[in-house]
Every structure is written in structure tokens, then in C-alpha cells.
């Protein structure tokens, strides 16, 4: 049962373009959001969060929209840069507090072509 | 943030045997997780070490399997025992800052059994 999903195995878009990446979960528990990042041979990296209080989180040129009512978030990364390709987890956990663990999806595969 | 180290890079073993992982933190941390990603799977959450105890393992992870050591609060082991070819998977280990966006990855180690 696969509490968090990414439907997207990959996207392809333009520099200077909008990237969209979605994630949607069924745990009606979860309460806190966070996207990660990935390039190959290295571990994920922590990019930007959201807690359901909100619906908007935005950092630099990364935002994160939550719908709650439909278990829904995305991250726009406007605009795009081919530094940017990598592999995006969405990840979702009952609270921020430190000893909670995390669910991750299977990953989108981003490419950002120049 | 904190850097993590981890060996093996990579390695290929023949089923039936057993390789340690070590992880290693550049500062003292209280908790230590172990993460496995199949191929084109999520990150899924093997067990939690905390130093001074027993590490605590996720459902469907066993320790007869995946045996961990916590000797200090900088350093952690996982061994991947009895290997067959569905253990082939990335293995990351990752430490807590203390929030979970704080949650710090290791390069990861990728394990192929033939």
C-alpha cells in the first residue's frame, strides 16, 4: 500500500520554463510535506516543506502548493535551470517533530534541457 | 548540516553471503536511520538506531536480516545477511538534526547480488 505517490516516473521540460511536479498521499495523518532532491551517486537532499496549516510555501525559485481536501501537493520550480535535473521525492510525515519518520514516493526523474 | 560517509560506494556479491555498511557522521547525533531503495521503488525506512539500544526495525525488516550496530553516536553498521539477488538496492543511511527537515543523507551504497 503505497501511502505516498508519485505517478510521474519523469519529465522533460525547457529551461527558463515551469516545472510541475506532483505528489499525491492517502494517509490522512500526515501532516507535514517535503520535497527532496537527488543527484546520481549522492543521498537526497532536503530542497523545501510545507506543514498542512498552509497551502503555499515558497523559497526562491521553488514553491510548494498543498490541497489538502484532495491529498494533493506539488512543487513549481520557476524558472527551470538544466542544474536542476535530478530526481524529486515527495516525502510525508505525521509532524515535524524529529523523531518521525518518513514516507517517500518513488521519485519523478526531472530533466531540464538548456 | 552534518556530512555522512558511507562504505561501501558499491559492491557486487554472490548470494548467500553477507556485507557490513559503514556510516559515518562528521558530529554526534542521537538518531540514525537506515533506508533501502529498490530499484524504481520509494525509499523505504529499514530500521532506526539509536545509540545504547536496540535499533528499532520497520515492518517486513527483521534483525536476523539486517543486523545493525550503534557503538557510538557518530557511527553505524547495517548487514545485509544471507544476500540474495532481491536485496540488490541502494542502502542510505541518514541522521536527524533534530527536525525532520533536518534529516541529513549519505551518499548511499549500492549493493548488486548475482
Known amino acids: 500500500d503505497q501511502q505516498v505517490k508519485q505517478n510521474s516516473p519523469s519529465l522533460s521540460v525547457q529551461e527558463g520554463r515551469i516545472s510541475i511536479l506532483n505528489c499525491d498521499y492517502t494517509?490522512?495523518?500526515?501532516?507535514?510535506f517535503l520535497w527532496y532532491k537527488k543527484y546520481p551517486a549522492e543521498g537526497p537532499t532536503f530542497l523545501i516543506s510545507i506543514s498542512s496549516i498552509k497551502d503555499k510555501n515558497e523559497d526562491g525559485r521553488f514553491t510548494v502548493f498543498l490541497n489538502k481536501s484532495a491529498k494533493h501537493l506539488s512543487l513549481h520550480i520557476v524558472p527551470s535551470q538544466p542544474g536542476d535535473s535530478a530526481v524529486y521525492f515527495c516525502a510525508a510525515t505525521p509532524r515535524k517533530g524529529g523523531s518521525e519518520k518518513l514516507v517517500f514516493g518513488k521519485g519523478t526523474k526531472l530533466t531540464v534541457n538548456p | 548540516s552534518a556530512v555522512i560517509s558511507q562504505k561501501p560506494s558499491r559492491d557486487i556479491c554472490q548470494r548467500g553471503t553477507s556485507l557490513t555498511i559503514q556510516c559515518q557522521v562528521d558530529s554526534q547525533v542521537t538518531m540514525m536511520f537506515w533506508y533501502r531503495q529498490q530499484p524504481g521503488q520509494s525509499l523505504t525506512l529499514i530500521a532506526t538506531a539509536n545509540q545504547g539500544s536496540e535499533a528499532t526495525y520497520e515492518s517486513g525488516f527483521v534483525i536476523d536480516k539486517f543486523p545493525i550496530s550503534r557503538p557510538n553516536l557518530t557511527f553505524s553498521t547495517l548487514t545485509v545477511s544471507n544476500m540474495s539477488p532481491e536485496d540488490s538496492s541502494i542502502y542510505l543511511c541518514?541522521?536527524?538534526?533534530?527536525?525532520?527537515?533536518?534529516?541529513?543523507f549519505g551518499p548511499g551504497t549500492r549493493l548488486t547480488v548475482l
Open positions: 494517509n490522512s495523518m500526515f501532516d507535514y
Open positions: 541518514s541522521v536527524n538534526g533534530g527536525w525532520v527537515d533536518e534529516q541529513f
